[in-house]
Every structure is written in structure tokens, then in C-alpha cells.
T-cell receptor, first 115, second 113 residues
Framework: DTGVSQDPRHKITKRGQNVTFRCDPI?????LYWYRQTLGQGPEFLTY????????KSRLLSDRFSAERPKGSFSTLEIQRTEQGDSAMYLC?????????????FGPGTRLTVT | KNQVEQSPQSLIILEGKNCTLQ??????????LRWYKQDTGRGPVSLTI?????NTKSNGRYTATLDADTKQSSLHITASQLSDSASYIC????????????FGKGTSLLVTP
């Protein structure tokens, strides 16, 4: 399967714990995006990488959130001191810099539940 | 205020029937509009993408229309199947940003036997 993959698919954690999610984009894609989606809502943009550079962060990305893409390939999203309001689906997407439509291909998501 | 509004919020139809989902947007300047299908617990999958000059685009039983003058789009599903049950999300990209996508909240479609 050469699509976007995310790990884990589900994560249950207690409030106050730290969690880290991983995203592996389509191999030739240099752009990578993180989104958060709560029930009944569309995805909300969190952050964007072009290669290893983090070019944009949403105001939704509080100081408890950090994302990295150290080698311009896979990316990690860490949430520190989780809160119940962090419970959501975290989606990763990637796109090719050669695609003028900027088509984004989404992974299956990581469902986070904070108890 | 969300710049992409979808209606209805949810819809229930019988298998084999047709339905039409609506998307109105205020995003400007317009670049392209996509319809995504999102199965429960999965990531969105692109159905169609239309630029300013395209009025209609089909993908199997899915037909999307775009009126860039009135800033409206629709997604028509023909001969619905149980597997069409999903959320359908309208997404609009602005012309001056490489990554910023404006997502609607989606229409939740349930196809019943």
C-alpha cells in the first residue's frame, strides 16, 4: 500500500499524559499536513510542512502541541499534558509539489480518546 | 463564520434512490473545489476536483457541478448503494495559498435497504 499511513489508529490515554502520533506520507510527496477533526465537523488545519520545514501553524496548535518532520519524510505530532478536549481524530495528509492542484491525500487518521 | 456551508447536515435515503448535496462558499479568490467522501473512522477520499472553468465533473455515479458566479456546488449521487453511506465534505482552495483548504462540516448520508 503506497498511501498515507498513520500509527497508531487508536489511542486511549489518561488526562495529563503525553501522546505521540506518526504519519508516513506518500513517498514522493514533499508537503505534509496535520488536521484535527471532531465529531460532526470537517477537518481543521493544524500545521504544514514543506520538506523538513514547518511553514505554518494554526492558532489551534497550542504550546502543548508540537510537530516535527526531521528528515522531510515521516512526521510526528506530540501532545503534552493531554486534556479531554484533545479527544478527536488526528488526520495527516500529503501532497506533491509537482501537482498544481495541490491535491491532498489523507491517511486513515489516529483516533485519540482522553479519559 | 465558516466560509464553506453545506446542506443538508444529514440525509437518509432508500437504496437505489438519487440525492443531491449542496455546498455554498464565500472563499475568495477561488482556485478549486473538491468533494471528499469520508467513511466513519477513516480519512477523507477525493471524489472530484473542479477548477473555475469547469461546470460539471463525473466520477462513476457521482456528478459534481460548480457555478463559480453564484459560488455554489452540488454533488449528485445516482442509484445510491449502501456503501455510499458516509460523510461528504466540500473543500475549497483559495488561489493565493498553496496549502490552505477551507472545509465544510460535511453532509452525513445514510442509505438504507
Amino acid at each position: 500500500d503506497t498511501g498515507v499511513s498513520q500509527d497508531p489508529r487508536h489511542k486511549i490515554t489518561k488526562r495529563g499524559q503525553n501522546v505521540t502520533f506518526r504519519c508516513d506520507p506518500i513517498s514522493e510527496h514533499n508537503r505534509l499536513y496535520w488536521y484535527r477533526q471532531t465529531l460532526g465537523q470537517g477537518p481543521e488545519f493544524l500545521t504544514y510542512f514543506q520538506n523538513e520545514a514547518q511553514l505554518e501553524k494554526s492558532r489551534l496548535l497550542s504550546d502543548r502541541f508540537s510537530a516535527e518532520r526531521p528528515k522531510g519524510s515521516f512526521s510526528t505530532l506530540e501532545i503534552q499534558r493531554t486534556e479531554q478536549g484533545d479527544s478527536a481524530m488526528y488526520l495527516c495528509a500529503s501532497s506533491s509539489g509537482q501537482d498544481t492542484t495541490y491535491e491532498q491525500y489523507f491517511g486513515p487518521g489516529t483516533r485519540l480518546t482522553v479519559t | 463564520k465558516n466560509q464553506v456551508e453545506q446542506s443538508p447536515q444529514s440525509l437518509i435515503i432508500l437504496e437505489g434512490k438519487n440525492c443531491t448535496l449542496q455546498c455554498n462558499y464565500t472563499v475568495s479568490p477561488f482556485s478549486n473545489l473538491r468533494w471528499y467522501k469520508q467513511d466513519t473512522g477513516r480519512g477523507p477520499v477525493s471524489l472530484t476536483i473542479m477548477t473555475f472553468s469547469e461546470n460539471t465533473k463525473s466520477n462513476g455515479r457521482y456528478t459534481a457541478t460548480l457555478d463559480a458566479d453564484t459560488k455554489q456546488s452540488s454533488l449528485h449521487i445516482t442509484a445510491s448503494q449502501l456503501s455510499d453511506s458516509a460523510s461528504y465534505i466540500c473543500v475549497v482552495r483559495t488561489a493565493n495559498s498553496g496549502y490552505a483548504l477551507n472545509f465544510g462540516k460535511g453532509t452525513s448520508l445514510l442509505v438504507t435497504p
